[in-house]
Nanobody
Framework: QVQLVESGGELVQAGDSLRLSCAASGLTFSSYNMGWFRQAPGKEREFVAAIRWSGRTTYYADSVKGRFTISRDNAKNTVYLQMSSLKREDTAVYYC????????????????????WGQGTQVTVSS
């Protein structure tokens, strides 16, 4: 079956950097667009970043643009989220998600439009 396993979350200081990884199995990874979302306590799940199957096109939420970088390695079936200049408001559980490529337009920032989800990894930023 399909599995998405996030890792790399931890407690860091404001201003630090952190890299999250999401290892996929049970699917043809290069056929999937990938996204990262996050959910802070008491808040809705929100879009963070997304990347198309080829890796050539990326998308970011305004709140992370310039600080976070999404990338993927199709040979390793892994998508990454490099986070820098972390802020307290980045504290959340981070989830990766996969959506099979389709001919229809991809609503990359809508969590309900993804096919598979990971269990999440906790990122806590202290000041």
């Amino acid at each position: 079956q399909v599995q998405l396993v996030e890792s790399g979350g931890e407690l860091v200081q404001a201003g630090d950097s952190l890299r999250l990884s999401c290892a996929a199995s049970g699917l043809t990874f290069s056929s999937y667009n990938m996204g990262w979302f996050r959910q802070a306590p008491g808040k809705e799940r929100e879009f963070v970043a997304a990347i198309r199957w080829s890796g050539r096109t990326t998308y970011y939420a305004d709140s992370v643009k310039g600080r976070f970088t999404i990338s993927r390695d199709n040979a390793k079936n892994t998508v990454y989220l490099q986070m820098s200049s972390l802020k307290r408001e980045d504290t959340a559980v981070y989830y990766c998600a996969a959506r099979l490529r389709r001919t229809a337009a991809w609503e990359y920032n809508s969590w309900s439009k993804y096919d598979y989800w990971g269990q999440g990894t906790q990122v806590t930023v202290s000041s």
